[in-house]
């Protein structure tokens, strides 16, 4: 089992920067591919971003490449989204995600948190 807290979402203007943080405990964290998913209001959940689990793969959803990153301190057990640029369609509730194996579906996924409301006003 691993329990997972997010946090750091919150109202911020267009074009700027936030970084959300998930926050795990429970089961060995270093061996989990962690994601970040999104849900807009009316929208389906939608992938943002995974780290495999030593870090050394990222991915990301082509609507966030190049403004987002994700990254990961093991020791901390802790992931991180970084995300600039941010734009009002990138409003959404953040969900952070761990699964024992790769994947960019949710349905990969078996633990999530409670999620983190990120809204971007124009």
């Known amino acids: 089992q691993v329990q997972l807290v997010e946090s750091g979402g919150r109202l911020v203007q267009a074009g700027g920067s936030l970084r959300l943080s998930c926050a795990a405990s429970?089961?060995?964290?270093?061996?989990?591919?962690m994601g970040w998913f999104r849900q807009a209001p009316g929208k389906e959940r939608e992938f943002v971003a995974a780290?495999?689990?030593?870090?050394?793969?990222?991915y990301y959803a082509d609507s966030v490449k190049g403004r987002f990153t994700i990254s990961r301190d093991n020791a901390k057990n802790t992931v991180y989204l970084q995300m600039n640029s941010l734009k009002p369609e990138d409003t959404a509730v953040y969900y952070c995600a761990a699964s024992p194996r790769r994947g960019v579906r949710d349905n990969d996924y078996n633990y999530w948190g409670q999620g983190t409301q990120v809204t971007v006003s124009s």
């Open positions: 429970g089961s060995t964290f270093s061996r989990y591919t």
């Open positions: 780290i495999s689990a030593s870090a050394s793969n990222t």
